[in-house]
């Protein structure tokens, strides 16, 4: 049976949109510069703890991100290029994320919603709706 709830009492949009997607839950937060392959979507960062990890399509869930400002650029790419994960949601606020993401919105007309939602809000596997401020975990 599937069950909805929200994912968080309050969330905070940063950049809104629709996504559905199986939740990829990081331990730790992430920069997309060195740190993810925009051919494929994949966690290439050898020290994290989910190096390997597949992002295309899925909703990124982690503590924020980790810098450079060039995590932007990457992002939008693979936005463009379609291995961009279907959402992020943070716990804290990142800015360049926000930017990568109108970015991606504003160039090529590719949607990446950043929402800030409360921790331990939503598990990894977990099917994760976005629509505009509603963040919902399907059972």
């Not at 980790?66 to 463009?80: D, F, I, K, N, Q």
Request: glycine share 12%.
């Amino acid at each position: 049976m599937t069950t909805n709830s929200s994912a968080t009492g309050n969330p905070r949009v940063l950049v809104p949109g629709r996504a559905r997607g199986a939740a990829v839950v990081l331990e730790e937060p992430l920069s997309f510069w060195g740190g993810v392959d925009v051919d494929t979507g994949r966690v290439i960062d050898p020290r994290h703890p989910q190096a390997g990890a597949d992002l295309a399509g899925k909703v990124l869930v982690m503590p924020s991100g980790r810098g450079s400002s060039s995590s932007s650029s990457v992002l939008a790419e693979a936005a463009r290029r379609g291995t961009a994960p279907a959402a992020i949601l943070l716990f804290e606020p990142d800015a360049v994320l926000v930017l990568g993401a109108v970015v991606a919105r504003e160039l090529y007309r590719k949607t990446v919603p950043v929402v800030v939602i409360g921790e331990d809000a939503v598990r990894a596997g977990q099917t994760v709706e976005i629509d505009g401020d509603r963040v919902q975990v399907l059972g």
